[in-house]
T-cell receptor, first 115, second 109 residues
Framework: NAGVTQTPKFQVLKTGQSMTLQCAQD?????MSWYRQDPGMGLRLIHY???????DQGEVPNGYNVSRSTTEDFPLRLLSAAPSQTSVYFC??????????????FGNGTRLTVT | GENVEQHPSTLSVQEGDSAVIKCTYS??????FPWYKQELGKRPQLIID?????GEKKDQRIAVTLNKTAKHFSLHITETQPEDSAVYFC????????FGTGTSLTVIP
């Protein structure tokens, strides 16, 4: 199993450009999520999905879109990049629910700089 | 939504001493509490977790305790070693995972 695979590892954008961060998992996890990590602020949830065709907003969704057309893939789109979106982005997957929880498995992260 | 607070934000200990990191959560529905270790430039990785029907769990030098009534849980690392130096995150979950802001642990040889 490759686990959670994120691409690219590094990206530099100019203000106003758009891009998609890719995330794929091969563990058949229902739950997938995107976090951003900024110094002193921990991991903040951007968007999450509990299955194909189902997405919802997390704590900091503004400026980001997601879709979940398959169980395996959960891309994150920045429509018009802003310097405030400079951060490290982590994709994570797992199983969640009332009766069963398992830990999140994280990808290696994407370091994004917006100039 | 859930709010997770983590203390302290930085912690320095001498090698061989113990380290304790504390977290509180706000949503009594949260039923799963993992702890992650993140080394510089790496992804967070699970080190131990506990479910709401358990009060304490231990794995070698690492232990976690949970007080559901007070809505707080703690990470205990005994006999610390330099390789324990990292940032540690607590999290609370029922469906989504909400993370604390992290504790930077430094173990001084």
């Amino acid at each position: 199993n490759a686990g959670v695979t994120q691409t690219p590892k590094f990206q530099v954008l100019k203000t106003g450009q758009s891009m998609t961060l890719q995330c794929a998992q091969d563990m058949n996890h229902e739950y997938m999520s995107w976090y951003r990590q900024d110094p002193g602020m921990g991991l903040r949830l951007i968007h999450y999905s509990v299955g194909a065709g189902i997405t919802d907003q997390g704590e900091v969704p503004n400026g980001y879109n997601v879709s979940r057309s398959t169980t395996e893939d959960f891309p994150l789109r920045l429509l018009s990049a802003a310097p405030s979106q400079t951060s490290v982005y982590f994709c994570a997957s797992g199983r969640t629910g009332v009766t069963y929880n398992s830990p999140l498995h994280f990808g290696n992260g994407t370091r994004l700089t917006v100039t | 939504g859930e709010n997770v607070e983590q203390h302290p934000s930085t912690l320095s200990v001498q090698e061989g001493d113990s380290a304790v990191i504390k977290c509180t959560y706000s949503d009594s529905a949260s039923n799963y509490f993992p702890w992650y270790k993140q080394e510089l430039g790496k992804r967070p990785q699970l080190i131990i977790d506990i479910r709401s029907n358990v009060g304490e769990k231990k794995d070698q030098r690492i232990a976690v305790t949970l007080n559901k009534t007070a809505k707080h849980f703690s990470l205990h690392i005994t006999e610390t070693q330099p390789e324990d130096s990292a940032v540690y995150f607590c999290a609370a979950s029922m469906f989504q995972f909400y993370f604390g802001t992290g504790t930077s642990l430094t173990v001084i040889p």
